[in-house]
């Protein structure tokens, strides 16, 4: 995972690993939450800032309140 992290693609970790071909590296390459942001945030429409969305108190107490 940190070489994912670094940067390297998948398909130089199997050659790296031995592997016949990447799909046999696949399931051994599972997406932490890191990643999932990562993918997360290129999904943000122009103009919006990526991260996680956090709840203002006032709606976290009315859903909480239903």
Same mark, same amino acid.
């Given at each position: 995972?940190? /070489?994912?992290?670094?940067? *390297?693609?998948?398909?130089? /970790?199997? /050659?790296?690993? #031995?592997?016949? +071909? =990447?799909? +046999?590296?696949?399931?051994? *390459?599972?997406?932490?939450?890191?990643?999932?942001?990562?993918?997360?945030? &290129?999904?943000? =429409?122009?103009?919006? &800032?990526?991260?996680?969305? &956090?709840?203002?108190?006032?709606?976290?107490?009315?859903?909480? #309140?239903?």
């Amino acid at each position: 995972m940190a /070489l994912l992290h670094a940067g *390297i693609e998948p398909t130089v /970790l199997a /050659l790296w690993l #031995g592997h016949a +071909s =990447p799909a +046999s590296t696949r399931p051994y *390459i599972h997406a932490d939450m890191a990643l999932k942001q990562q993918a997360a945030d &290129r999904l943000a =429409p122009p103009g919006v &800032r990526p991260g996680r969305y &956090r709840a203002p108190d006032e709606l976290l107490a009315f859903l909480a #309140g239903l």
